[in-house]
Structures are given as structure tokens and as C-alpha cells.
């Protein structure tokens, strides 16, 4: 499976070995300026999710992991679609080396390569300065707006779901349900 990457004048395209190709990363970071030593930054990372496991099992799995951090705090979890996709977005923020930081995440659900679901993860971390939030989120919904993730099989194959065993249903007080 190649992998291609083009950004400003670099260019990428290489073949990685096996495995490697079921997960990248690529990560952009911002200046933190004056007001904090962290800089905004937004991770996009793709991987395939284990067999039998939901959309909305890999968030909760995810969710736990975060818990664990200092002083976090869950804002929320919604519902969404990024590319007509199902998604999960997980708002919260927590503290790390004295600073509070602030975290979006939407984790997508964008094919089922050779029956396996695979998922790509949007991470915009910053810290909790109302101005850098802003702007985190901004960046954030921009990539959001301009993802797009392949052709009308791929989609038909996780929009539809009689197509695959996975379930979006939201079971969390207040939060409704992805949309079927």
C-alpha cells in the first residue's frame, strides 16, 4: 500500500513494510507564543481497529486512557460525521506538568480494508487559554471540513449498516445517537 504525503515543497512516497502501513501519523505544530509552554498542536493518525470492536468501544477504551491524566475532566461526547462517516468527538481537558490542557478528538470510522474497520483519529491539544483554544478548534474544524477518505464502496460499506457487525449506538445519558 503506498503512501503519499505533500506538504508545501516536500514531497513523500514510499511503500512502508507490512505492518506499517495499517497505521500513520502526521502531527502539525503550532507556536505556543507568550502565554504557555505547550505548543497548539493537531495530530491525524489512521489505524485498524481490532476485530469486533465498535466505533464507540474504541472512544470509551480511548476515554479511559485519558482518564487516568491529573485533574481530567470529560466536557463531552457527540455524535458527528466527517466526510458523510460516522464519527465520535470526545471533548475534555486535563492538567500535565502543572498546565491544563484542552483536547478535542474525533475518531472516524472510515473503511473496512480487507474486513477489518479502520479509523482515523483528528487530536487538537492546546492549552487551556480561552484565545489558543480558539484557535486549536478553528484549525481542528478546518482539516474536519477538508478530509476526505476515498470512494463510494468504501463509504457504502460503513454508512450502511447491514453491511457490518458494528454498532454506533450511544448509550450515554444525553448524548443521542449516531446517526444510521
Avoid at 485533574?71 to 498546565?99: H, M, N, Q, S
Avoid at 472516524?108 to 480558539?134: E, H, K, M, N, Y
Wanted: some cysteine.
Amino acid at each position: 500500500m503506498p503512501t503519499a504525503m505533500e506538504h508545501g515543497d516536500v514531497s513523500l512516497d514510499f511503500e512502508p513494510p507490512g505492518a506499517w502501513a495499517k497505521h500513520a501519523v502526521a502531527a502539525y505544530v503550532g507556536d505556543p507564543g507568550i502565554w504557555t509552554s505547550l505548543a497548539p498542536n493537531l495530530a491525524v493518525t489512521m489505524e485498524a481497529l481490532a476485530p469486533d470492536t465498535s466505533l464507540k468501544h474504541h472512544v470509551d477504551r480511548r476515554i479511559s486512557e485519558l482518564a487516568t491524566a491529573s485533574d481530567f475532566e470529560l466536557e463531552g461526547i457527540t455524535d458527528r460525521r466527517v466526510d458523510g462517516l460516522p464519527a465520535l468527538e470526545i471533548r475534555c481537558k486535563y492538567r500535565v506538568k502543572g498546565e491544563f490542557l484542552a483536547q478535542r478528538i474525533v475518531v472516524t470510522l472510515v473503511s473496512r480494508v480487507g474486513g477489518t474497520p479502520t479509523v482515523v483519529t483528528f487530536t487538537g491539544t492546546c492549552a487551556w487559554v480561552p484565545d489558543i483554544v480558539q484557535d486549536m478548534e478553528r484549525v481542528l474544524e478546518r482539516a474536519l471540513a477538508t478530509a476526505h477518505f476515498g470512494g463510494d464502496e468504501r463509504r457504502a460499506a460503513v454508512s450502511n449498516p447491514a453491511a457490518h457487525a458494528l454498532d454506533y449506538d450511544l448509550p450515554t445519558p444525553g448524548v443521542g445517537r449516531v446517526p444510521r
